[in-house]
């Protein structure tokens, strides 16, 4: 059964920086695109960024391009998410979970982590 477990992160001010990670258990990372999702409540989760299982392409939702980078540590079944130039809108609970990159089925819908709690504010 896939586990994931996100953390990093923070309470930062405007324009700051953080790093996300996920840690992911319970099937073959390598041979699976993993995805960066968000939340806020009252809304429907947001798909931000994606990466193939090869680390050869990448995507990322309009809002998030240009400050945000997703990566990959196969070895380490890892998934990253660096957010520079934070805004206020990117407040939001972090989830990770194995999908089509560009943002299309999720592909393990009933196994998803607790998240990570990000708050830009000042």
């Known amino acids: 059964q896939a586990h994931f477990v996100e953390s990093g992160g923070d309470l930062v001010e405007p324009g700051g920086t953080l790093r996300l990670s996920c840690t992911a258990s319970?099937?073959?990372?390598?041979?699976?695109?993993m995805n960066w999702y968000r939340k806020v409540p009252g809304k429907e989760r947001e798909w931000v960024a994606g990466?193939?299982?090869?680390?050869?392409?990448?995507k990322y939702n309009d809002d998030v391009r240009g400050r945000f980078t997703i990566s990959r540590d196969n070895g380490e079944s890892t998934l990253y998410l660096q957010m520079n130039l934070l805004k206020p809108e990117d407040t939001a609970v972090y989830y990770c979970?194995?999908?089509?990159?560009?943002?299309?089925?999720?592909?393990?819908?009933?196994?998803w982590g607790q998240g990570t709690q990000v708050t830009v504010s000042s």
């Open positions: 979970n194995a999908g089509q990159y560009s943002g299309g089925n999720v592909y393990f819908d009933k196994s």
């Open positions: 990466i193939t299982g090869t680390m050869t392409n990448t």
């Open positions: 319970g099937f073959l990372f390598n041979n699976y695109p």
